[in-house]
């Protein structure tokens, strides 16, 4: 038999062992090393007594009993009781039971446990279960919804609600399938990866709008589509155009060129109104946040996918930049916010609405009564590959005509 290794016994605070462990050793040690007389055996144990300490000193008192390693044993049982160790209440374990956590992370692996390999959710089970036992509740179910309800989901999909005991919770936990297992920590990688990759870029985007609205910046993720809402421009109507300040002084007399003026629009009808309203109502407004900017971008996808290169009426609707004023509030079509006029907007660069939102922005005010605004768009394309270059298009030929387009 392989000897272990024995600490030195001192019968002070330092000890790292508990009294009746050491004699345990000490007898484990008589039979590995075949030492059978008390003579022997005595002689032994005092090897392990530590040099110097209280338990020395006891040993070479003339009292302490020496005749047989019975009676040295009692002596010294009664000299160096075992410390009482603190003991846990039952509600102290019910408490330790209900705060039983296991993420998604720990699924799948393997640990180390009563020296065998074995799976975590396992060695979870193993856990729990002793623990109720302990506070004496295997049979029932208190508290077992508070554990249940923070399983990871790979887990609390396939584990319902109405668990007979903590003993069947245990078991229901121990008889997942590995397969399924797996396969939720794969899918919850993969999320988990996705859902930091969108928070990196949404971080990345926003410093970028904090620190620099320049054009060229070429560390921008949106470059691309910056320069081409830079090369937006709104001017105002030539001068040269429209109705003459005299309709009656051209040389035709009272014809001049008030026939040649743009007709006003026919107020719209209940009907119109309602389609538009409706079509408002596909794609929301967004707050001006890290997730409503994620979430404006994932709409100009689907209207992307909805609409293709189809222009831009009151059927088809339109993702407006987050942060803007409600169309048909008289807001600015060039910055799509209110309390300025579009020929007085202060606003360049990427702080102007993209070329299709002015446009709908102005189909909107033309039915729901917005005050009718000069609107001269000039696209300037610029090159560069861009997911979004088509929000810059021409949607319905109309831009730049001064009045916003006509309602569609």
């Known amino acids: 038999m392989q000897l272990e290794n024995i600490p030195e016994f001192a019968g002070t605070q330092e000890d790292t062992t508990q009294p009746t462990d050491f004699l345990k050793m000490i007898k484990r040690s008589f039979v590995a090393t075949a030492t059978s007389t008390n003579a022997q055996q005595i002689s032994l144990f005092e090897l392990y007594l530590k040099s110097d300490s209280p338990a020395e000193e006891w040993f070479n008192d003339a009292k302490t009993p020496k005749g047989t390693w019975a009676e040295l044993e009692q002596e010294f049982k009664n000299r160096f009781p075992n410390v009482t160790k603190a003991t846990k209440t039952a509600t102290e374990l019910e408490r330790e039971l209900g705060a039983m956590r296991i993420t998604t992370e720990e699924l799948g692996k393997t640990e180390k446990y009563r020296g065998e390999e074995v799976y975590t959710h396992m060695i979870f089970a193993e856990k729990i279960l002793d623990l109720a036992k302990r ?28 668990q007979a005991s903590w003993t069947a919770f245990a ?22 990866a996705y859902d930091a990759k969108v928070e990196a870029n949404i971080s ?8 620099s609205t320049t054009v060229g910046d070429p560390s921008s993720p949106t470059k691309a589509i910056r320069t081409r809402l830079a090369n937006t421009a709104i001017s105002p109507q030539p001068a040269n155009r429209g109705v003459q300040s005299d309709p009656f002084g051209s040389a035709s007399g ?27 109502n596909l794609y929301p407004i967004q707050q001006e946040t890290p997730e409503g900017e994620v979430t404006y971008l994932e709409q100009l996808r689907a209207w992307r996918r909805t609409n293709g290169d189809n222009p831009v009426s009151k059927t088809t609707g339109f993702p407006l930049r987050p942060g803007g004023a409600p169309p048909g509030s008289g807001e600015c079509y060039g910055c799509g916010r209110t309390g300025h006029r579009r020929i007085d907007c202060p606003s360049t660069g990427n702080k102007r609405v993209p070329q299709l939102e002015a446009t709908f922005r102005a189909i909107c005010g033309s039915i729901l009564g917005q005050p009718r ?19 810059n298009t021409a949607s319905t030929g109309h831009q730049g005509n001064g009045e916003g387009p006509p309602a569609v």
């Open 204 to 211: 990345f985007l926003m410093k970028q709008r904090a620190v």
């Open 254 to 280: 009272g014809a001049g060129n008030i026939f040649g003026a743009r007709p006003a629009r026919l107020p719209a009808t209940e009907e119109e109104k309602a389609t538009l309203r409706a079509s408002l």
């Open 373 to 391: 605004r000069a609107v001269q768009m000039n696209y300037i394309a610029s090159t560069g590959e861009d997911e979004f270059a088509w929000l």
């Open 135 to 162: 506070a004496k509740v295997e049979t029932s179910t208190s508290g077992l919804w508070t554990v249940r309800d923070k399983l990871p989901e790979v887990l609390r999909e396939k584990i319902p609600e109405n």
């Open 171 to 192: 078991q229901a936990i121990k008889d997942m399938d590995m397969g399924h297992i797996r396969e939720g920590v794969r899918k919850h990688k993969e999320k988990t």
